[in-house]
């Protein structure tokens, strides 16, 4: 059975889309039963895809648990406005790790050297656009960044 005959081959990876999305001081709740919770407002950014730009709108927020000195999960959920004046809904969990002190230094904030760093998330889309329909029936995996003042990432779509 060939790749492109197997159902159970594994997919390949299709490029979707660069973010470059900033970040605003973080809210931190402090320690609770699951770990340190903190709240970092997303004040903006842009994306681009092929074909198309969109500008990430202020008032979303990056839910984060940094449950171990070495892992923090990510809950991003923020809005794009495409350059066709579509919106677009993300949802985007992520897995960060990296050594104690190098995951210290993201949380407060100084920069780090990003191969140091596991950064992976999986981006998930909602819109009302009929033309962008598609990419609500598709599944996305990312890897991303952290910078002290932004998130970049790279999203692809699993073909």
């Known amino acids: 059975m060939t790749p492109s005959t197997d159902p159970l081959a594994p997919p390949s990876l299709k490029f979707f889309a660069d973010l470059s999305v900033t970040v605003g001081k973080p809210q931190e ?3 609770t039963a699951q770990g340190l919770r903190r709240l970092i407002p997303i004040t903006g950014g842009s994306a681009a895809g092929v074909g198309w730009t969109a500008q990430v709108l202020a008032g979303g927020a990056d839910f984060q648990l940094v449950v171990t000195a070495r892992m923090a999960i990510l809950d991003a959920r923020y809005c794009l406005e495409t350059d066709g004046g579509d919106l ?3 949802e985007n969990r992520a897995i960060r790790s990296g ?3 190098l995951i210290a230094r993201l949380v407060r904030g100084e920069p780090v050297d990003p191969a140091q760093i596991y950064f992976r998330c999986s981006p998930r889309f909602e819109t009302a656009s009929p033309a962008l329909q598609w990419i609500t029936e598709r599944m996305f995996a990312g890897t991303g960044v952290r910078q002290p003042d932004k998130v970049v990432m790279r999203f692809f779509e699993l073909a």
């Open 88 to 90: 677009i809904y993300v």
């Open 99 to 101: 050594p104690p002190e």
């Open 29 to 31: 709740v402090g320690a």
